[in-house]
């Protein structure tokens, strides 16, 4: 059974997952969707040294592989674009 998961918790309390390495990814991603370009370019855009983004990516999809983390992080980048698809209607 899938948690419903508070989308007001859901970055900072993420499924007991590594909440800064699950923060750090969704603000990479963000960037990336806002700029366009690599997830590396991202990083580089934050200040993000190659090394720290490849050893995030890492413990993270180490996490996922664990039963129910990867339907748990589908279902806070969900959340996220969600959010930020309805942040965007209201402020038109």
């Known amino acids: 059974m899938l948690q419903v998961i508070d989308p007001r918790r859901a970055l900072t309390d993420p499924a007991g997952g590594p909440a ?11 960037v990336q969707m806002v700029r366009g ?3 590396t370019g991202a990083a ?7 090394g720290t983004l490849e050893s995030t990516a890492l413990r993270i999809r180490t996490w996922q592989k664990e039963p129910g983390n990867a339907d ?7 959340i ?10 209201s402020a038109d």
């Open 20 to 30: 800064r390495l699950l923060r750090r990814d969704a603000v990479i991603r963000l």
């Open 44 to 50: 580089r855009y934050l200040g993000i040294p190659p």
């Open 37 to 39: 370009g690599s997830r």
């Open 80 to 89: 996220a674009i969600y959010e930020g698809r309805s942040g965007a209607a």
């Open 72 to 78: 748990a992080y589908r279902q806070i980048a969900e």
